[in-house]
């Protein structure tokens, strides 16, 4: 490219030389139009087109740099496309479509950064689909694969476009939703997603349920804030509670009664204890139509 405007600079610059008084008034405004694209797009590399202004000589020059800039934008934009998407794929995981835990980090500092973001009110939620690993032992990875792709497309298409949908390792899913809905709505919403209906697989229907804890947003220890990574821990043993209580069920922290973050570590430490002393409240939140698929009762 740079070379083709060395020659098109050479050739008007020869059209001056030849060129009578007279000509150079006539085209001196096109000269200069052109002369300063192609400074510019040669010192800052923005490129823009110049009107030709006329059919001569000149206008053809003027054309043919017009059409040298209009390949180099499309090239431009082809590029910048292809990063865009190639930046996409390492934020998703390659298997279900959701973002990965890469994303996450990125998206929480940018959250954390961000006063009025930390402010809103949502939740955070962590699924564990219950039993997968009978799932992979059964049918082999490959249903399992089928079932995680199944789920991730369940809750892609009920959540909303600002919800963050996370795989966060294995058969975890992370669900973060922002803006004010009762937390019990979300729940019974996100365990009737994956539970409601079988899952349809390779190997027939499967009945797959999940286990989820939650922690309300913002989650506050006295009068901090804490963060979304800190809340998430919350959620995890929140999560715990509600395997350990008999799975397909939801698990909320809804509040903490603690002054300072220090006390968190003997609250984590034992999360029904901890609601027993009043240090934190939880409520359970169980699917609309309890029923355990009889694959789950053994």
């Known amino acids: 490219t740079t070379i083709t405007l060395s020659v098109l600079v050479a050739t008007f610059l020869a059209t001056l030389a030849s060129a009578s008084i007279g000509f150079r008034t006539i085209v001196s405004r096109r000269l200069t139009r052109l002369h300063g694209a192609m400074t510019q797009s040669a010192s800052t590399a923005k490129r823009h087109q110049v009107d030709a202004g006329g059919a001569d000589e000149l206008s053809e020059i003027i054309g043919t740099y017009n059409a040298l800039v209009r390949t180099e934008q499309a090239r431009e934009q082809a590029l910048l496309e292809r990063n865009e998407q190639l930046s996409d794929v390492g934020r998703r995981d390659p298997l279900t479509g959701m973002y990965n ?3 996450f980090e990125a998206w929480a500092a940018e959250c954390g950064s961000d ?3 930390r402010q809103r009110a949502g939740a955070i939620c962590l699924l564990d689909l219950d039993h997968f690993k009978r799932i992979n032992d059964t049918h082999g990875h490959t249903v399992g694969d ?3 792709v199944a789920v991730a497309k369940r809750l892609m298409n009920v959540l909303r476009a600002d919800d963050l949908l996370v795989r966060w390792g294995g058969e975890e899913i992370l669900v973060v939703s922002l803006g004010a809905q009762p937390v019990e709505l979300l ?3 996100l365990l009737a ?4 209906e079988p899952i349809n697989t390779s190997v027939g229907e499967l009945a797959v349920t999940a286990s989820i804890g939650i922690a309300c947003l913002p989650l506050r220890a006295g009068d901090i804030n804490l963060s979304l990574e800190r809340a998430l821990v919350l959620a995890d043993h929140a999560l715990y509670v509600a395997k350990h209580n008999g799975r397909y069920r939801a698990v909320c922290i809804q509040s903490l009664s603690i002054n300072k973050p220090m006390q968190l570590a003997a ?3 034992d999360l029904q204890a901890a609601a027993a002393m009043g240090l934190v409240h939880l409520s359970e939140v169980l699917p609309e139509t309890f029923v355990v ?3 789950q009762t053994a």
């Open 115 to 117: 006063p009025q973001r």
């Open 193 to 196: 997603v994956v539970g409601a």
């Open 293 to 295: 698929p009889a694959q």
């Open 267 to 269: 609250l984590e430490n």
């Open 101 to 103: 835990r890469r994303h």
């Open 187 to 189: 729940a019974r919403r």
């Open 146 to 148: 089928e079932v995680l």
